[in-house]
């Protein structure tokens, strides 16, 4: 099946990190390339906990999708939600009736939020992977010291001044830090009958330490130093439920004791980082190819990325169960971060290229850079993968490290030179300038 131009079709669905990647590796070949989305821009996702706290502006971190490829005219990019893919008729169904033919797909639908089982709590807790996310934990954040600053009882008022973030990942960390900075830095002097510095910020984990991912050196280190910026790091802590003005928690010291127990904390802003799952396309991916499908939503790929019987169908980003297959080991599994979706994108546009070309497929392997996290002013860890091991170090050394690495991964110069000008503001003034809500109209909290 083949174009007018005569030409083989891609569909790529999804302009994330692994589509992005995916249809620029496949800049100047002969195919005829469609990108799907829901949004019509890329988002730099690791930044976008700095939209959220008014850091930086949302432009700042994302670019539309048609200016990227403005300049591959091999390139069709269309605004909308897919809601079938037919493997038989090879056609991608979008919700406004369009049909979309193809000889190759790539699935790049990237993943959402998990409320494990508790999706009532999205409305209460939100959780932050769009810009619409950002938005909204900005106002929530912003509004709950506006409504302090007017409130008279002092319980509610305590309550409008804590914020609680679920789960110590690399986005929770980076939340509460810059939170505990904000309450002790950017508001200080800006209120009259409250003091901003007052605000209790806490980061509660289900596990045993925050940052689980990376070595327990890195993450007693992160732990330190969310403690040194007034976080108050609550693990081994368990949320058994959440509501309109406050969350229960249940942990083995909780009663102040030995034992469990189950403590609740009266908050009106809390904010979701502890579960992530696979965009429900995955699901239907799934049902339409026989692909089997983990419980976090993630379809199980081969290890070229394809899915079994469907060898023009690749899967690659949040929502591949992958593994690294390097020769000579064991096959590991890929991380759900940025790089291993772009490594992903990369290698299979590689293999449909090899596929056109009649030559066999390769396996995927993923190369590790190591993981980095922010913690807050001259604040973060970093643990890089070398030829000559690992290399882990933290302190201000590892906050420039992060800065620089985040700046120089983002998508236009233009957004380089806005990130790093309003970085040097906010470090030399203390000040976040993107402070602005549109909608007011409620106080605080998830009724608004």
Known sequence: MTTTSGRPRVVIVGCGFGGLEAARKLQGAAVDITIVDKTNHHLFQPLLYQVATAGLAAPSIAAPVRLLFRRQPNVTTLLGEVTRIDPLAHEVHLADGT?????????????????????????????????ADAFEIRRRVLMSFEAAEIETDPARQ?????????????????????????????????????DPGSAEVLLIEGGPRVLQAMPPSLSQRAMEQLQRLGVQVRLNAKVTDIDATGLQ???????????????RIDCHCVIWAAGV??????????????????????????????LPGHPDISVVGDLAAAFSHRRGKEPTPVPGVS??????????????????????????????????????????????????????????IAWLFWLFAHAYFLIGF?????????????????????????????????EA
């Open 414 to 446: 233009r957004n380089r030179i806005v990130v790093l000008m309003d970085w040097a503001s906010a470090y030399w003034s203390f000040q976040r300038y993107a402070r602005v809500v549109a909608d007011v109209r409620a106080k605080a909290g998830p």
């Open 99 to 131: 049909r979309l033919g193809w000889d190759h797909l790539i699935v790049a639908a990237g993943a959402t939020h998990s409320y494990f089982g508790n999706d009532g709590w999205a409305r209460l807790a939100p959780g932050l992977k769009t810009l």
């Open 339 to 396: 790089p291993g979706a772009k490594q992903m994108g990369r290698a299979a546009a590689a293999n449909i290229l090899r596929r056109l070309a009649g030559k066999a497929t390769e396996p995927f392997r993923y190369r590790d850079y190591g993981n980095l996290a922010t913690i807050g002013r001259n604040s973060a860890v970093v643990d890089l993968g070398t030829p000559l091991g690992p290399l882990r170090f933290s302190g201000r």
């Open 277 to 306: 799952a696979a965009s429900p396309l995955g699901r239907l991916l799934g049902e339409a190819t026989g692909a089997e499908v983990d419980r976090a939503g993630r379809v199980k790929v081969l290890p070229d990325l394809s």
């Open 158 to 194: 305590r309550a409008l001044l804590t914020f609680a973030v679920i789960g110590a990942g690399p986005t929770g960390v980076e939340m509460a830090g810059t939170l505990a900075e904000i309450a002790r830095h950017t508001l200080k002097g800006e209120f009259r009958r409250i």
């Open 249 to 263: 928690v249940e942990s083995p010291f909780s009663d102040g004791g030995a034992g469990k127990g189950s403590h």
